[in-house]
């Protein structure tokens, strides 16, 4: 039982949605963007969401798009992790998100709201931020089209009423080489000890990580030490290491030299993969 009443909107235009909230926002309700409802609806059944309204996206067309527009794959940001799965345009996204949850959850989760909820993980913004791709965001200012690579700063930099519509991925991208790998402490389904999301690109492997630092985050400074092959691989894994952009986690899942411990093996075992 969610214990709060709140009126719901199931918009279909991009245009229409921003009205709505636009007007739901002055009349004070604390209007919110709803995507699968798997994190709000967890929320409000332990009396953790303050809101008036809820605005569904799952109907807007474009946030239903899952295609390829010219050099493009536009992937709305209401599409599941099942239809991105059993899709398969994207194959490390796939694999990344086929690794949330489980698969009755996998088939509520958005994408949008995996890259826009608030638990610290985030897994599908791996894939996204290693293939550059472009985040297209709708709001009460207007539309923008900008790199994840700078919106995506810990989190979704997002201003009030913005949400994101849809994911634009280069074609060139999403048949790179690749390899996604999550260790969890016990079991298969649950949280990330540490997940990476890894691809060769021209030549050099591009690196991203959840479930390392209290944010998921790619690095170009990590990236640099792991390809210089002037250097053993143990001296590249261990300065990559030192470069990571927060204090590396300790927690229930593991203290701070199990984490390191375990980046170390799975960045050996990843980049021999890829340079082999
Ligand atoms: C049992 C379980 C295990 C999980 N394990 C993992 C895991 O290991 N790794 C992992 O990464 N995730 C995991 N998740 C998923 C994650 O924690 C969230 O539940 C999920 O990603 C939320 O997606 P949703 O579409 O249901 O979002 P919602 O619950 O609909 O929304 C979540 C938030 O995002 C906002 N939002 C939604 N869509 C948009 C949008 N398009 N633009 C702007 N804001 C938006 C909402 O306003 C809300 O604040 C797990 C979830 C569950 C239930």
Known sequence: MIPLNFEY????????????????DAEG?????????????????MSNLTTGALIDLKEIADCKVLEYQQEQLVIGSSVTLTQIHETNL???????????????????????GNLCGTIIYKETVLPLLLSDSQVFIAGPG??????????????????????????????KYVSCPYVHVK????????????????????????AAFSGVCGFPFRSIAMEEELN???RSMEQRIDKAIDLTPGPILADLEGSMEYRKFIIKGLLNS???QLEE
């Open 9 to 24: 909107y199931r918009p279909e235009t991009l245009a229409d949605t921003v009205d709505i909230f636009d007007k739901l």
């Open 29 to 45: 309700k604390q209007p919110m963007y709803y995507g699968g409802g798997t994190e709000i609806i967890s929320m409000g059944r």
């Open 90 to 112: 994207f194959p490390l996204l796939s694999q990344a998100g086929a690794r949330i949850a489980d698969h009755t959850i996998q088939n509520k989760i958005t994408l949008g």
């Open 142 to 171: 207007g539309q923008r089209t900008v790199p994840i690579n700078s919106v995506f700063k810990e989190r979704m930099q997002l201003g009030k009423g913005e949400f994101v519509a849809q994911i634009k991925v280069d074609k």
């Open 183 to 206: 260790q969890t402490k016990q079991d298969k389904i649950t949280y990330p000890l540490v997940s990476i999301c890894t691809m060769a690109v021209s030549g050099g492997i591009r």
């Open 228 to 230: 210089d092959r002037s």
């Open 270 to 272: 990843i980049i021999n």
